[in-house]
């Protein structure tokens, strides 16, 4: 092959398994009468392979250029979380909260639309190009439902000045209702108060375990420290990847250490209170209904509130949930317990078409939000006002235990991944340890 004139390619070639390897940098080579290498490069003549390597370079001294740039620029750590970290934080948010929320989204839409906004909107939502304008959208106005500088009555006010309702429903939904949303904007609230108007680069390690002595000092866990460190330093990793800060800036926020939390949670609960808090619910039935079918399934709460019909399961042989995408893979089934299928079934009779959620609030058609004053209510009616929702998923756990399956089994209907994991949820009483060695002899 004749060597003309320089161009611009990648370079390919066979090693010696006779692999075809492709490198993966340009190489300035320009061969004549090569159809093969000019199909491969998709360049027709020198012009075209000078005119890209030319723009090759300029992009390369560009790219350098606004790195620089930004490493050298002065950006406080709120103008950087408003304009880079949210945005980059949300956006499969977004999707998700559009996905997760669409009864939610058109209910808002319905309050204040006409009829024919309110068709509009559903065909929207069902567009998958009108999706991702909206997501487009959403994201450019992350400001609103940023509240590092705003508190959460200015933030509404500005949620409710968006002219798109669909948008505006999102919005409100994104700051009011996505716990995992809601709890990183509070959080970082917190952490700008003392970091807010510094400088990127001006933050260093020692500030951040200064700033953790000060949690210490007003008494606060090592979970909520962990927490509110841990998110600083997301930030800066964010920072890192988008080029605002060094690699060695980085490493410096690292010195800061993780603290061990002591957040292991022990709730004992005997078959006689268990009877007792199963018959106090039931003063309140949408509450018995919640209660019975997370004591007996061990779901989380939030799992209970968005299950869908879809999501269940009742005519088989075998009645069963399947949470997860793939319905058809066995290891993704889980059985129901006959005091979860009664439950099922007495909310297959309050069934209403169109709502797709097994649970949902009887006066606005809506799932549950938030249920916390009813249980604790409840709770402290049968005398264990320590018990939160979250335990009933311990209780279920151990309830499992007691029954003599082994961890695996246990881990197959309570969905832990880790056993470890599943260890930190079975909380057996000094009785229940009892009958385990009763019958030594």
Not at 316 to 323: F, P, R
Not at 355 to 368: E, G, I, K, Q, R
Request: aromatic share 8%; glycine share 4%; charged share 30%.
């Amino acid at each position: 092959m004749k060597r003309a004139d320089k161009g611009v390619y990648k370079r390919k070639w066979r090693n010696k398994a006779g692999e075809m390897v492709t490198s993966d940098t340009w190489t300035i080579e320009w061969f004549v009468g090569s159809q093969k290498m000019r199909l491969a490069t998709g360049l027709k003549s020198k012009s075209e392979a000078v005119m890209l390597r030319t723009l090759k370079i300029a992009e390369s001294v560009n790219s350098a250029k606004e790195q620089n740039e930004k490493l050298q620029e002065k950006i406080t750590l709120n103008d950087f979380v408003k304009t880079v970290y949210f945005s980059h934080v949300f956006e499969n948010k977004v999707g998700q909260c559009i996905d997760e929320f669409k009864h939610d989204i058109l209910a808002a839409v319905r309050q204040s639309a006409t009829d024919a906004e309110f068709e509009e909107c559903k065909k929207l939502l069902n567009s998958q190009a009108a999706i991702r304008n909206i997501k487009a959208s959403i994201i450019s106005r992350l400001e609103i439902i940023c509240t590092d500088i705003a508190d959460a009555k200015t933030v509404r006010a500005k949620i409710e000045t968006v002219q798109n309702p669909v948008e505006r429903a999102v919005l409100m939904i994104m700051r009011f209702k996505m716990r995992e949303v809601r709890s990183r904007i509070d959080l970082y609230r917190l952490v700008s108060c003392v970091f807010g108007e510094l400088y990127i680069n001006d933050i260093n390690g020692d500030a951040i375990k200064n700033y953790r002595r000060s949690l210490v000092n007003a008494g606060l866990s090592a979970s909520t420290r962990n927490k509110r460190c841990g998110l600083i330093k997301h930030i800066f990793a964010i920072a890192k990847d988008f080029n605002y800060i060094s690699a060695e800036k980085l490493a410096d926020v690292r010195i800061d250490r993780q603290e061990q939390e002591d957040n292991e949670r022990h709730i004992e609960t005997t078959q006689e209170e268990r009877a007792k808090i199963i018959e106090a619910a039931k003063k309140v039935p949408y509450m018995w209904e919640l209660i019975v079918f997370a004591l007996y399934t061990g779901l989380r709460r939030n799992k209970i509130f968005r299950l869908k019909w879809d999501d269940v399961f009742l005519d088989g042989e075998t009645a069963y949930y399947c949470l997860g995408k793939d319905k058809n893979k066995e290891s993704a089934r889980t059985p129901l317990s006959p005091q979860a299928i009664e439950v099922l079934k007495c909310r297959e009779k309050a069934r209403k078409d169109g709502l797709p959620w097994v649970f949902f609030n009887a006066s606005t058609h809506a799932p549950y939000d938030n249920v916390d004053k009813a249980f604790f209510t409840i709770m402290t009616e049968v005398g264990r006002p320590d018990i939160i929702w979250h335990d009933l998923r311990h209780i279920f756990c151990t309830m499992v235990a007691d029954t003599g399956v082994g961890l695996y089994d246990l881990m197959a209907v309570s969905g832990h991944k880790d056993p470890k994991m599943a260890m930190r949820y079975i909380n057996r009483s000094l009785v229940g340890k009892a009958k385990t060695v009763a019958g030594l002899k």
